[in-house]
């Protein structure tokens, strides 16, 4: 048996799982999650803020000291979407070498969607082949497989991006949820020509958007992730969901019992990702994995 600890860095959050893996399985040993928004206005400016690398460094440096503390043998960071668009990501490698003695690895689109199967499709036994969809803050992988990726493709449409972009009013007006939907559509029947995701018997969303959203949809008090993963939610239950959220007002969002506060200013636009996704793909449900790119790497470990 060894430790292991996964680190993935996001647009929106930065998590960690610290796991012991033996004969191909993940016994959990902790995790962790904290809205650092990296990605905040990369799409507009092209940099990481001086503001959100601080609140990454802080972050991880609460996750040193626990990888530390718990004995971890290996440790594999892995950034994604805003860390691969910014003039300034050296800063960023910088940044995390100096806290956790390791090169964080900016990874592609095409790895980021191969290790989000990998997690994804551990202990699933629904129908294959299968449509995986992470729905980041930066952008969206659609991945198609059975047992191993067959197909992948990444899109910059995610819940930060889109709503940096488009949803400026509080809530948005309707003009604004009309070019989010524009931009949103484009990007996904793109997406859908490259991957045959409409040929897929079984539709899995992952990361925070989708499991927000079922848990709206289920009606939970609070969020409970043994109720959210592999949870089934149908695709009327996600638009009303998505109808509702995006005409709320944040202060209204935050006090939602499952709405983690650093995601109620963006999940709206997570929301309509989903919604969007579900429509063109013909897919009716969406089951939801707790379950992603953070299992992935620390898979990648064993």
């Known amino acids: 048996m060894s430790r292991v600890a996964a680190i993935d860095c996001g647009t929106n959050s930065i998590r960690l799982l610290i796991a012991d893996v033996a004969d191909g399985r993940l016994t959990d040993v902790a995790r962790r999650m ?38 971890v043998t290996r440790v594999r960071m892995c950034a994604t979407s805003a860390s691969r668009d910014a003039s300034n990501a050296q800063e960023f490698r910088d940044m995390v070498r100096g806290v956790l003695h390791i090169d964080p690895e900016v990874i592609s689109g095409t790895e980021e ?13 629904a129908e294959t082949p299968y449509l995986i969809v992470d729905i980041g803050g930066g952008s969206t992988e659609f991945v198609t497989g059975v047992a191993n990726v067959d197909h992948a493709i990444s899109m910059d449409i995610g819940c930060v991006r889109m709503t940096e972009r488009h949803l400026h009013s509080d809530p948005p007006t309707p003009a604004e949820i009309h070019n989010t939907e524009r931009d949103v559509t484009a990007a996904v029947d793109i997406a859908l020509t490259a991957v045959p995701g409409r ?15 079922t ?39 935050l006090a939602l019992p499952v709405m983690h506060p650093g995601r109620a200013d963006v999940i709206g636009a997570g929301a309509l990702i989903l919604r969007t996704i579900m429509e063109r793909s013909g897919h009716d449900a969406v089951i939801a994995s707790e379950h992603d790119i953070l299992d992935g790497i620390a898979f990648s470990l064993a």
Request: no cysteine.
């Open 34 to 71: 904290e809205i650092v928004r990296l990605g905040e206005g990369v799409d507009r400016t092209g940099r990481l803020s001086e503001g959100a690398l601080a609140r990454t460094r802080k972050a991880l440096i609460g996750y040193a000291a626990e990888i530390a503390e718990l004995g």
């Open 199 to 213: 040929e897929a018997k079984t539709l899995v969303g992952l990361a925070g958007t989708v499991t927000t959203v």
């Open 113 to 125: 969607a191969r290790l989000s199967f990998t997690g994804a499709v551990a202990g699933l036994t």
């Open 215 to 253: 848990a709206l949809a289920e009606g939970l008090s609070e969020y409970d992730p043994t109720r959210i993963h592999h949870a089934e939610v149908s695709l009327d239950d996600v638009s009303r969901v998505t109808a509702e959220l995006l005409a709320m007002t944040v202060e209204r969002r």
